[in-house]
């Protein structure tokens, strides 16, 4: 495996990162005392042997939304249209 990235050249060399990590193996990048790993989909795929749902995602990871509010309605007439 490569040498870890630290995250300030992984930011000015994105597109060299995503290269690395398409056509060499997954990058390793490193923050403070943690290591993070990208790698290609396809290569995630083949190491968990399943496919990220985007459903299961947004059921369980996604945004939350239980405390939004609804907005206010505006109070002013519609303007006329004519068609």
């Keep these: 495996m490569n040498k870890p990235w630290n995250v300030a ?8 990162l995503l290269n690395q990590a398409d056509h060499d193996s997954p990058q390793v990048i490193h923050r403070r005392d943690t290591d993070y790993v990208l ?6 795929r083949l190491l968990t ?3 990220p749902d985007f459903l299961d995602y947004l059921i369980n990871h996604g945004p939350k ?3 939004l509010e609804p907005m206010p309605r505006q109070k002013t007439a519609m303007r006329e249209v004519d068609l």
């Design 9 to 16: 050249d992984a930011k000015s060399r994105f597109s060299e």
């Design 39 to 44: 790698m290609t989909g396809e290569q995630y």
């Design 49 to 51: 042997g399943k496919v």
């Design 65 to 67: 939304t239980d405390k």
